[in-house]
């Protein structure tokens, strides 16, 4: 039996891998973490019998704990906790935890040795080139998950990566895509959590409207392929439907195209080096009959000149920028902070740090990047708060 655990298996992407995993009779849950909805992780750890699972939130503990009180399943709670569960034995290992909190469990995950499939694409952008280090000391592989990389990652199976001239990252523009420029100021929650394309968690999902996200996703590019910021390229490409390509240096230019349903690079992942079925709908290119394309407009997505001012400073810089996102995201959320602040929010944060500390300076060690990540964290908030002020004319 192969021995498979799950980090934030109660969220979209731990939901669609417990549905693959349901599927097979030769895999074994060993755990699975989730935050405040005891109930679905409860009822999961009952379904799939796992061995432990754990809630970020310790004071959910009782709830869990009784919940499983008639099964084997052990229970545990807290921020170390789920840590601790990531050294736990396991043959693959899902990150799909959302934000900074899924570093540490895969970090910890990478001691075994054995496969990290890594949706949380923040461990990359903040800790890339400690994890790839890690993963090479242990000898574990880690699989990209995020639907681009891991089509990158296909397009490049049997290839040289020294003849890849350059990878474009499809991204489908987000829900406030068509709205006129002037109006993403006034732009609520409830529109920019609204994908045309993509079923995803609220947060990622307006990550998509502003393009934080492809942001992250070329610079996971860049730490995971190892690619120059000049070989990565992002196109809007409203159909979803080819999620990545790669161009090589004979002028070939690879084309991954799929239906927009993340099981298909979980299933990747979950069936590497080989390919199995999965459930996913396949492509009617005759009824798609045109597939669109066009440069993104940089007023409409400044996240994106961001993720090159952070690429070129290197460093510490994408654990700040993570941060800084991470924050201006919670803030506009709780409604402190207009849509079109976030980037303002992120871009000071950057410049705050650096007037303070040397932002190029590279993190040794996990601790070092969570220490980072609280003191950007501390600036974003204050910066948020600031806007905030002067956007309601208090200042
Ligand atoms: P989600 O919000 O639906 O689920 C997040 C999971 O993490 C839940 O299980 C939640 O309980 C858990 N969690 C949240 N905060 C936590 C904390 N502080 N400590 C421990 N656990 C915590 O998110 P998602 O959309 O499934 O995304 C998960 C990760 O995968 C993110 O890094 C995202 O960028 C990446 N990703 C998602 C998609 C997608 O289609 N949803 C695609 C590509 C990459
Ligand atoms: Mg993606």
Redesign the pocket.
């Known amino acids: 039996m192969r021995r498979v655990s799950v980090f934030?298996?109660?969220?979209?992407?731990?939901e669609s891998t417990l549905d693959l995993i349901a599927r097979r009779s030769d895999l074994k849950v060993a755990v699975l973490?989730?935050?405040r909805?005891i109930a679905r992780l409860a009822e999961q750890a009952r379904v799939h019998g796992a061995e432990l699972a754990v809630t970020?939130y310790e004071e959910c503990y009782r709830d869990l704990k009784e919940a499983l009180a008639d099964t084997e399943t052990a229970v545990a709670a807290g921020?170390a906790a789920?840590a601790e569960a990531g050294s736990r034995p396991a043959d693959w290992v899902m990150s799909?935890?959302?934000?900074a909190?899924?570093l540490a469990p895969g970090f910890a995950a990478l001691s075994q040795g054995k496969i990290l499939a890594l949706?949380?694409?923040?461990s990359l952008v903040t800790a890339g080139p400690l994890l790839m280090a890690e993963a090479r000391t242990h000898g574990a592989t880690v699989l990209p998950?995020?639907?681009e990389h891991s089509a990158v990652f296909q397009a490049l199976v049997g290839e040289d990566v020294t003849a890849v001239e350059k990878v474009i990252l499809t991204a489908s523009g987000g829900g406030l895509r068509d709205w006129p420029l002037e109006r993403l100021a006034l732009a609520g929650v409830a529109d920019a959590a609204a994908h045309p394309n993509?079923s995803?968690?609220?947060?990622?999902t307006i990550d998509s409207a502003s393009m934080f996200?492809k942001a992250m996703e070329v610079i996971e590019a860049h730490e995971f392929f190892g690619l120059a910021p000049a070989q990565i390229e992002v196109l809007v490409h409203p159909q979803s439907m080819v999620h990545a390509l790669v161009g090589f240096c004979d002028g070939a230019l690879m084309a991954h195209l799929g239906a927009p349903d993340?099981r298909h690079p979980i299933g990747y992942a979950l069936n590497w080096p080989d390919r199995a079925d999965l459930p996913v709908a396949r492509l009617d290119l005759a009824t798609v009959a045109r597939l669109d394309f066009a440069i993104p407009d940089p007023r409409r997505y400044p996240a994106l000149g961001l993720a090159q001012q952070i690429m070129a400073t290197g460093g510490a810089a994408g654990a700040v920028f993570n941060a800084a996102k991470e924050c201006a995201l919670d803030q506009f959320i709780a409604g402190q902070i207009r849509f079109t602040d976030m980037a303002a929010v992120v871009a000071d944060t950057l410049e705050n740090f650096a007037a303070r500390a040397d932002i190029g300076k590279a993190p040794g060690t996990l601790a070092d990047v969570l220490d980072i990540d609280a003191e950007a964290r501390a600036l974003a908030e204050k910066t948020g708060r600031a806007r905030n002020r002067s956007a309601s004319g208090a200042v």
């Open positions: 934030g298996s109660t969220g979209s992407i731990g973490t989730g935050g909805n970020a921020p789920i799909a935890i959302v934000g909190a899924g949706a949380n694409k923040e998950v995020d639907s993509w995803m968690g609220q947060r990622i996200n993340m």
